[in-house]
């Protein structure tokens, strides 16, 4: 089946790509989750819309890319969370917290799309992520998870 990706999908492409999938994998998960839509001859529109979109919203050069990674890399991000008394948070970390503690100290607005956790974050103390910047760019940002 051809669909059009409208969110990047690992291993498959980014928004705005006219991918052939299995017709399964895209009706049980890619367009219930609106990672896609079906594609028509009316949906090349679409396709220039969610290219546009994403050109806006990308980072387009390495150099542009290194230069986001030296902020990532020099800031201080510390994530306030609820914890019990062992250190141990009510839930985790999501991609999103991460994102939107990487803005709140200072630093520039990252997609949680491209925070990349590893592992999942349950404790208090310090811990790494990666943010993906670019194909060949990937920062590594400490984060401080601290009790709130």
């Known amino acids: 089946m051809k669909i059009i990706l409208t969110h990047e999908v690992s291993g498959l492409g980014a928004a705005g790509d006219v991918v052939d999938v ?7 998960y890619l367009i219930p989750r609106r990672f896609a839509i079906r594609w028509t001859k009316g949906g090349e529109q679409d ?3 969610i290219r546009r ?3 806006i919203r990308e ?16 800031a201080k991000v510390r994530l306030a969370v609820r914890a019990g008394e062992a ?3 009510f839930g985790s970390v999501t991609q999103a ?17 491209r925070v990349e956790l590893g592992s999942p974050i ?22 401080e998870v601290i009790a709130a």
């Open 22 to 28: 299995k017709d399964g994998y895209a009706r049980n």
């Open 47 to 49: 396709v220039a819309q």
């Open 53 to 55: 979109g994403r050109k």
């Open 59 to 74: 980072i387009a050069t390495i150099e542009q890319a290194n230069e986001v990674k030296g902020q990532l890399e020099g």
């Open 87 to 89: 250190g141990r948070l």
């Open 97 to 113: 917290d991460v994102a939107s503690a990487i803005k709140a100290s200072g630093g520039p607005e990252v997609d949680k799309r």
């Open 122 to 143: 349950k404790t208090l103390g310090a811990h790494q992520v990666s943010v993906r910047l670019h194909a060949d760019v990937v920062a590594k940002v400490g984060i």
